[in-house]
């Protein structure tokens, strides 16, 4: 069972192709609320699209002293 998710961010043109990509860690283990995490705490405007894309493991939140909840940017 994964401590977190990889979330990306990913903006659309308007044409429809992918733009800029983000990424985001979630200190959360539950997929669907990793996401939620990462809309109410980074702007993911309308067009956007935020889906986790791999688990991540624990030592990877401890390492950057990160708590359950917590949401950061990931390059």
Do not use: C, I
Not at 22 to 40: G, I, N, S, T, W
Not at 59 to 66: L, S
């Amino acid at each position: 069972m994964p401590a977190g998710w990889n979330v990306r961010v990913t903006t659309f043109d308007s044409e429809g192709k992918p733009g800029n990509v983000r990424y985001f860690l979630a200190y959360e283990p539950d997929k669907e609320r990793a996401v939620e995490l990462v809309r109410k705490r980074v702007p993911v405007n309308k067009g956007e699209e935020a889906e986790a894309v791999a688990e991540v493991a624990g030592n990877e939140f401890v390492g950057q002293n990160m708590r359950p909840g917590d949401v950061r940017r990931h390059d």
